[in-house]
């Protein structure tokens, strides 16, 4: 690599800074959306214009999932999609995918830069300056990262939520998973630089912050000295002026009595919570690398349910895991029945290379995985439409987004316990504000509500 300006730039291409269209997508995770809506926004201030990615472009980059086969394919999908869209133009692709297997896609139609997700910050330096030639890797040991990296906060385009990754990588090594492979080892984000964005986001008029990591309950451990989650959330409390704060995604075990007392007290915090369960077989959960049970699982959801009555939690659960007889998928999908949860997002097991379960025996076959994964489906989809009935009648607190329902033609936003809703007859002025609501009625998991209007 050479050093220009800007950062490293690929042998033989020459520097040219004139303004670029650049067509930018993204695949995968929120950690993945924050990247690229940082990204895009250092692009736009070096005078590129972000275009759609089936529009005319210069360069376009694509911001990949590694988390299962299938993000892979549709990462390819898109890497050839944007050659024959336009044939002229590089492409850079990143992320997760990127990281962990940059010799496969270098080798795809336009390809000009693999880049790492530790080099993902170098790109708007780069993008203006890339032409023909061979594709070159940019990519680095991300096992070896030990600082906690990211782009500034950016747009999110029609949305009235923010996405800030406080967090970055994961000590878990659970046996499915690659992610510890593609995003190293846990770094987070210094508590006066959360409290420094926070901050520009909400002068940028975004009235709900999502904070997000690809660990994000393990925040702060490795600072100096250590802290917990739950002492940044306080310290946003007291410092931040902010409609409302949500969390992404916790795991069990850092539920804590700390986080629940936090819960229960805030006024920014949304009573809803997303916790990874994976399975509600014991067997299972060992051969997966989780340090829980079933009964900690269960015991934690009924207590959370019964001490924040309004909470709404989220599960994400795998079907088909290596060597699941149908006696332990039946366990999974008996404590998922018998326990008050709003919703599931259910994935069918994917072999990921290098990663512990991908050696295992007892591979469950195409078919049956994804039978498994549709009874989930159906039961999450049951969750979901019992949680939503649940809330007619009651009063609720509502963020209307910044555009209208596209089948209905109605506003749209969601309650502080993530229940959609849509609102009839109201005027454009409520659009990025919270608002007072009656919930009135439900209807396949989204709920109808008027605004209130007390004497």
């Not at 916790?275 to 299972?284: A, E, K, T, Y």
């Amino acid at each position: 690599m050479k050093k220009s300006g800007g950062g490293p730039v690929p042998e033989g291409s020459a520097r040219k800074d004139r303004p670029r269209r650049i067509a930018l997508v993204t695949l995968g995770c929120k950690v993945n959306q924050c990247e690229s809506a940082g990204l895009a926004e250092a692009l736009r201030r070096m005078g590129h214009t972000l275009v759609g990615f089936d529009s005319e472009a210069d360069v376009c980059i694509v911001n990949t999932c590694t988390v299962t086969a299938r993000t892979d394919f549709q990462s390819r999908q898109l890497i050839r999609r944007a050659a024959r869209r336009n044939p002229a133009a590089p492409v850079i692709v990143t992320g997760c995918y990127a990281q962990v297997a940059p010799e496969q896609l270098k080798t795809l139609p336009n390809v000009r830069l693999v880049a790492g997700n530790a080099e993902k910050e170098l790109i708007a330096g780069v993008a203006a300056s890339l032409n023909g030639g061979p594709a070159e890797v940019m990519v680095r040991d991300i096992a070896e990262a030990r600082h906690f990296t990211g782009p500034s906060p950016g747009r999110f385009p029609g949305r009235t939520r923010a996405f800030l990754k406080i967090q970055d990588g994961c000590n878990a090594r659970c046996s499915y998973c690659i992610v510890p492979s593609a995003r190293g080892p846990s770094r987070s984000m210094q508590p006066g630089d959360v409290l420094e964005n926070i901050s520009a986001l909400v002068g940028a008029g975004y009235r709900e912050i999502v904070l997000t990591g690809v660990h994000l309950g393990a925040w702060g451990a490795d600072l100096v000295p250590p802290r917990g989650l739950p002492s940044l959330l306080r310290q946003i409390e007291e410092s931040c002026r902010i409609g409302r704060l949500r969390l992404s995604s916790i795991e069990p075990l850092e539920v804590t009595e700390e986080l629940i007392e936090g819960l229960r007290g805030s006024r920014l915090l949304c009573p809803h919570l997303h916790i990874p369960l994976q399975s509600g077989d014991d067997r299972v959960l060992s051969a997966m690398g989780r340090h829980y049970g079933r009964q900690f699982f269960r015991d934690l959801v009924n207590r959370l349910v019964s001490e924040i009555p309004d909470l709404a939690i989220g599960v994400d659960v795998m079907a088909g895991f290596p060597g699941e007889k149908d006696g332990e998928f039946e366990n999974t999908a008996e404590l998922l029945r018998e326990l008050p949860v709003a919703y599931l997002h259910v994935f069918p097991y994917s072999e990921r290379p290098g990663t512990l379960a991908a050696s295992m025996p007892g591979k469950i076959g195409a078919g049956l995985r994804a039978e498994r994964a549709a009874a989930l489906r159906a039961l999450g989809l049951a969750k979901r439409e019992e949680f939503a009935r649940r809330a007619v009648g009651t009063r609720q607190t509502v963020l209307v987004e910044g555009s209208r329902d596209r089948k209905t033609g109605r506003l749209k936003g969601f309650t502080g316990n993530y229940i959609p809703v849509l609102l009839a007859g109201e005027s454009r002025d409520l659009m990025n504000r919270l608002v007072d609501v009656v919930i009135e009625s439900a209807e396949a998991g989204t709920v109808n509500a008027r605004i209130r209007h007390d004497p």
